[in-house]
């Protein structure tokens, strides 16, 4: 079991697992946002991932990006590794809209993250929980 | 042959054609910046991509961060699809450096692009075309 970055666990919550990644919810009531982590200990790159996890990351998170794109109507999806704070490999998948805080900038650095209340972020892991609960396994 | 947008046609310089995606240079002195833009016409999100593409997707990506990273011996590599201005998917592969202009935020919307000099600008291209080229085809 990978252990998750300090910084990862603080600033999101668990939603579940798929077979090769952690599914988190980022703990920032501005944009519907959840992130991927693989159970790849030690890698920062997409690229130092093999073929087969390259492909299983993309599925994915493409799996997660249409699941929350189609949950909260999103205008348009961002999907992203950036890694420079933080270098566990992770992968950002935010949903956009033209009314968010930070549009049409991407969301990193714009702003602080805003809190959730705790019913809400609830209500939100539990939608993409539920979206992906066919996919998701138990470990 | 899929028409490029024309803000991205405007922004970066062609660098060569692998099997599904269009390479090209970003127009930033400020950051070793490539740009990849699959030949599918109308798609704007990655999961909108059937299965086969998505791979594909990843690999060549993979192949331009990896290709990049070893070029300019990269801090880290930044990889996106954001496209929140310009509709047709494209994927960001940024090469990073503590000591960059926008270093540990992401580049997008931190500064305006800073221009090259074309004999720089040259360089730059010929060499990532140099260590893709026996990816690259003729189209």
Chains 1, 2 share one sequence.
Request: glycine fraction near 2%; charge should be negative.
């Amino acid at each position: 079991m990978t252990v998750l970055d300090p910084r990862i666990e603080a600033d999101s919550a668990p939603v579940g697992r798929l077979p090769l990644c952690h599914v988190r919810w980022m703990r920032d009531a501005r944009y519907p946002w959840a992130l991927l982590v693989p159970e790849r200990p030690g890698v920062r790159e997409i690229h130092e991932l093999d073929e087969r996890d390259r492909h299983v990351l993309i599925d994915e998170s493409a799996l997660v990006a249409s699941a929350l794109s189609r949950i909260v109507s999103a205008h348009k999806m961002n999907v992203a590794a950036i890694g420079n704070v933080v270098a566990q490999l992770h992968v950002h998948v935010v949903a956009r809209f033209p009314t968010d805080d930070a549009w049409p900038r991407p969301v990193w650095g714009v702003h602080p993250a805003l809190p959730y209340d705790p019913e809400t972020l609830e209500a939100r892991v539990a939608s993409l929980r539920n979206a992906l609960a066919p996919r998701l396994v138990d470990l």
